[in-house]
């Protein structure tokens, strides 16, 4: 399974992106998938997830601003980012494993991308 992610850039703070990550290869073994994502310095943390059934979990950081989607016949996941923090400046990451639940550890995915970078300035 090969993960790529596109969408990130350079904003101002207030501003919106809109991640996407399109899965390839074996897809059959892509159930639930997530985004996470790493500041200089810092663990990778999560962002946020979205089960086989399509239930979506959130990190308290992001809820209320960020909004995890997939399109499942297009194999494609996307991470709707509003409201954009200069905290939120990482690189972000789109993950996926082989089974349906989804988890907030990193560790529990067995897919990664290459990463996207996220600049907001103040």
């Known amino acids: 399974v090969q993960l790529v992610e596109s969408g990130g850039g350079l904003v101002q703070a207030g501003d919106s992106l809109r991640l996407s990550c399109a899965a390839s290869?074996?897809?059959?073994?892509?159930?639930?998938m997530g985004w996470f994502r790493q500041a200089p310095g810092k663990e990778r943390e999560f962002v946020a997830a979205?089960?086989?059934?399509?239930?979506?979990y959130s990190s308290e950081a992001v809820e209320g601003r960020f909004t995890i989607s997939r399109d499942n016949p297009g194999n494609k996941l996307y991470l709707q980012m509003n409201n954009l923090q200069p905290e939120d400046t990482a690189v972000h990451y789109c993950?996926?494993?082989?089974?349906?639940?989804?988890?907030?550890?990193?560790?529990?995915?067995?897919?990664w991308g290459q990463g996207t970078q996220v600049t907001v300035s103040s």
């Open positions: 979205i089960n086989g059934v399509g239930t979506t």
């Open positions: 993950a996926a494993r082989a089974t349906a639940v989804a988890f907030r550890t990193a560790r529990e995915y067995e897919y």
């Open positions: 290869g074996d897809a059959l073994n892509v159930k639930a």
